[in-house]
C-alpha cells in the first residue's frame, strides 16, 4: 500500500512539474521569442527587408499575455515609417502589411477591450487604407471614426484621438464639425500647440481664401511652439498663401509665410531668405512671377 501511495505521489508530482514546466514555458519564455522574432523584424525592415514581418506566424502565434501589446506595436510602426521621410524607399513595402496589421489588431481585442490607444492605432490604419484606397475611402473612414469613438469612451480627453478624429470626419466633408471639436479643445488649454496647428489647418480646409489670417495665426503659433508640423501639408498651404497675400501686398503676412517657408521648405530655402532680404532692405515685396500651386 506504502509503495502505491509512493508510485501516486511520484507520478502526481511529476505531473505537476511537467505542467508547471509547460505553463512557465508559455507565461515567459514563448512570449520572450515572440517579442523578439516581431522587434528583429522590425530591425530588418528599416534596414530594407520586410520579408521577416511578411511571414510573421511565429510571432502572432497564440493569444498570449503579450498580443495586444505587440499586435499594437506592429500598427503603430507601420503609421510612424509611412509619415517619416526617412523610410520612403521601404515604405512601398512596409505599407502593404497594413492589411495584416488591422487585422491583427482587431482580433487582440476580443482579448483586452480596454486599450484607448489600440483602438486609436486602429482608427488611424483604417484611415491610411482610406487614403491608400480612395474607392473605399468612406468605408474606411467609417471604421476610422467608429474605432476613435471607441477610444474615447475609454479616454474621453485623448488630444491625438481628438486630432485624428477631428481630420477624419473633416476629410468626409464635415469640416464645420471638426473646427468645432477643436475650438472646443482649444478653449479647453489654449496653450497647447497642436490644437493651433489644426485648428489653423481645418480652417484653411474650409476655405483657402476667406480664414487665411486666422489659419495664418494659429498655423504660426503652433509652429514658433515647438510643433513638428507634417511637412507636405504646411508646405502647401504656405504656398498657397504666399500667392493670396502677394497679390494683397499684405508684406507683414507675406513675411510671415516666407520666413516658415524660409525654414521648411529646403530645396527653396534660399531663394525665400533672399526675399526677406528685400523686404529688410527695401520694406516692400520684391517684383516676382509667383505660380499658383495646384
Given at each position: 500500500m506504502n509503495n502505491g501511495n509512493k508510485i501516486i505521489t511520484t507520478i502526481f508530482f511529476s505531473a505537476s512539474a511537467v505542467f508547471l514546466g509547460i505553463a512557465f514555458f508559455a507565461w515567459t519564455v514563448f512570449p520572450y521569442l515572440q517579442m523578439r522574432s516581431f522587434f528583429v523584424g522590425f530591425k530588418k525592415a528599416i534596414n530594407g527587408d520586410a520579408s521577416i514581418l511578411r511571414n510573421n506566424t511565429f510571432a502572432?502565434?497564440?493569444?498570449?499575455?503579450?498580443?495586444p501589446e505587440l499586435r499594437y506595436q506592429f500598427m503603430d510602426y507601420l503609421l510612424n515609417f509611412y509619415s517619416d521621410d526617412k523610410y520612403a524607399k521601404e515604405r512601398e513595402e512596409l505599407v502593404s502589411l497594413l492589411p495584416i496589421a488591422i487585422d491583427k489588431l482587431s482580433k487582440s481585442f476580443s482579448y483586452e477591450k480596454n486599450y484607448a490607444a489600440h483602438f486609436l492605432a486602429l482608427g488611424r490604419g483604417y484611415d491610411l487604407m482610406a487614403d491608400l484606397d480612395p474607392l473605399r475611402s468612406k468605408e474606411f473612414h467609417g471604421q476610422a471614426v467608429l474605432q476613435f469613438k471607441k477610444s474615447l469612451e475609454i479616454y474621453p480627453d485623448n488630444q491625438r484621438t481628438l486630432y485624428a478624429y477631428a481630420i477624419t470626419?473633416?476629410?468626409?466633408?464635415?469640416?464645420?464639425?471638426?473646427?468645432?471639436?477643436?475650438?472646443?479643445?482649444l478653449a479647453r488649454d489654449p496653450r497647447i500647440p497642436e490644437s493651433h496647428y489644426y485648428l489653423g489647418t481645418l480652417l484653411y480646409m474650409k476655405d483657402?481664401?476667406?480664414?487665411?489670417d486666422t489659419a495664418l495665426e494659429h498655423i504660426t503659433y503652433s509652429l514658433d511652439h515647438g510643433i513638428e508640423p507634417a511637412l507636405s501639408l504646411t508646405k502647401k498651404i504656405f504656398e498657397k498663401m504666399l500667392v493670396y497675400y502677394y497679390a494683397k501686398q499684405d508684406i507683414s503676412?507675406?513675411?510671415?509665410?516666407?520666413?516658415?517657408?524660409?525654414?521648411?521648405?529646403?530645396?527653396?530655402?534660399?531663394?525665400?531668405?533672399?526675399?526677406?532680404?528685400?523686404?529688410?532692405?527695401?520694406?516692400?515685396?520684391?517684383?516676382i512671377n509667383l505660380k499658383k500651386p495646384e
Open positions: 502572432f502565434a497564440n493569444m498570449t499575455y503579450v498580443q470626419i473633416a476629410n468626409e466633408g464635415d469640416v464645420d464639425g471638426a473646427i468645432a471639436m477643436m475650438q472646443k479643445i483657402n481664401f476667406a480664414n487665411s503676412r507675406f513675411k510671415i509665410v516666407v520666413e516658415k517657408l524660409s525654414r521648411y521648405d529646403n530645396d527653396q530655402s534660399l531663394v525665400y531668405k533672399k526675399i526677406l532680404s528685400y523686404i529688410a532692405e527695401h520694406n516692400a515685396l520684391p517684383v
